[in-house]
Nanobody
Framework: EVQLVESGGGLVQPGGSLRLSCAAS????????MSWLRQAPGKGLEWAST????????YYADAVKGRFTISRDNAKKMIYLQLNSLKIEDTATYFC????????????????RGQGTQVTVSS
C-alpha cells in the first residue's frame, strides 16, 4: 500500500519559518517526481513546488519562489519543503504528491497524495 504522510505543520507568526516533511512508503520513490500542493481555506488546490527524481531540478510557483525550498532524500524516501518568510496568505493545508505540477494537481490515475498538514500563519 502506498502511503505519503506529511508532518511539520503548525502555527507560526508572519516572517517565521517551518519545515514540512513527507514520508513515502510502498512505492519506488526514486522513480517519481514529487510535488507539494496547498489549499487555503475556501480556495482551490494550488501547486507550490516540484522536484525531479534526482533532486537536481526544482520548480516553484511564483507565489512561493524565493521563500520556499523543496528537497528530497531518496535513501530515506522523504521530501521536504522549507518555508521561510511566511505570509498570512501562506495559510493552507499542504499536501505532498507524486507527479509533476500537472499530474499532481489533476491527480491523474497512478498519482498518490497524502492527507496533508496544516500551516497557519497568524500574529
Amino acid at each position: 500500500e502506498v502511503q505519503l504522510v506529511e508532518s511539520g505543520g503548525g502555527l507560526v507568526q508572519p516572517g517565521g519559518s517551518l519545515r514540512l516533511s513527507c514520508a513515502a512508503s510502498g512505492l519506488p520513490f526514486g522513480a517519481y517526481s514529487m510535488s507539494w500542493l496547498r489549499q487555503a481555506p475556501g480556495k482551490g488546490l494550488e501547486w507550490a513546488s516540484t522536484i525531479s527524481t534526482s533532486g537536481r531540478s526544482t520548480y516553484y510557483a511564483d507565489a512561493v519562489k524565493g521563500r520556499f525550498t523543496i528537497s528530497r532524500d531518496n535513501a530515506k524516501k522523504m521530501i521536504y519543503l522549507q518555508l521561510n518568510s511566511l505570509k498570512i496568505e501562506d495559510t493552507a493545508t499542504y499536501f505532498c504528491s507524486t507527479g509533476d505540477q500537472y499530474s499532481a494537481l489533476t491527480q491523474e490515475p497512478g498519482i498518490f497524495r497524502g492527507q496533508g498538514t496544516q500551516v497557519t500563519v497568524s500574529s
